[in-house]
């Protein structure tokens, strides 16, 4: 495994993104929490997802809902088949951490399981740049750590590739969430097998 986390995260989508989610995979949870952003939504809203993978479900379904959609992801593989699976959308091969846009671009952020593939010490400033891309009232949508842990996985999801994690425990990320100007309006422990993450959202920006 290379030293280096984001070649991990990048190398282990381009090689099981199909393993990761079909075309046309709708989880429910996703959806229940997209039909909560829509509520917070202006119509044809500019909204970022970061960290979208091949743009299913989160970008198609906020796409046919009517709203301009950037995608972000690190992996090649993934956004090519964004391209071709929502391609009403925006697409861009980036690293979130690095990634740059003008203050006040976007009425909406989503962020699901993606935070938590990148190093800890540059989550914080990630979310508060994403503080500062939101527009005035407008939301984030995050699953983020609910517990601390940092750690790899050879053979993840049955294949050759490896995957990497990095997360800080909830009242971490909510310290971090709430210095980057943002009201935490809903905020839940969503399990996973022997585990699970934090979810919030929306997030309301402070005007």
Avoid at 61 to 68: A, F, I, S, T, Y
């Amino acid at each position: 495994m290379t030293s280096d986390p984001g070649e991990v995260v990048r190398r282990g989508y381009d090689a099981v993104s199909y393993q990761y989610r079909g075309d046309d995979d709708m989880p429910e949870q996703y959806l229940a929490w997209l039909d909560e952003l829509q509520d917070s939504l202006p119509e044809r809203a500019d909204v970022l997802d970061l960290g979208c993978g091949c743009g299913v479900p989160v970008a198609r379904v906020l796409d046919e809902r009517g709203h301009r959609v950037t995608g972000v992801d690190i992996s090649g593989v993934q956004v090519e088949r964004a391209r071709r699976l929502v391609p009403g959308a925006t697409f861009m091969q980036a690293d979130a951490t690095t990634v740059s846009f003008p203050d006040g671009s976007f009425d909406a952020v989503v962020c699901l399981y993606a935070l938590i593939h990148m190093p800890l010490d540059a989550q914080p400033a990630l979310i508060e740049r994403i503080g500062r891309w939101l527009r005035p009232g407008g939301v984030l949508l995050a699953t983020t750590g609910a517990r601390e842990w940092t750690g790899g996985e050879d053979g993840w999801l049955g294949g050759d590739a490896s995957m990497w994690w990095s997360q800080a425990d909830a009242a971490t990320y909510r310290a971090w969430i709430t210095r980057a100007g943002l009201d935490i309006i809903h905020d839940e422990f969503v399990p996973e097998g022997d585990s699970g993450h934090q979810f919030s959202g929306p997030l309301a920006e402070i005007s």
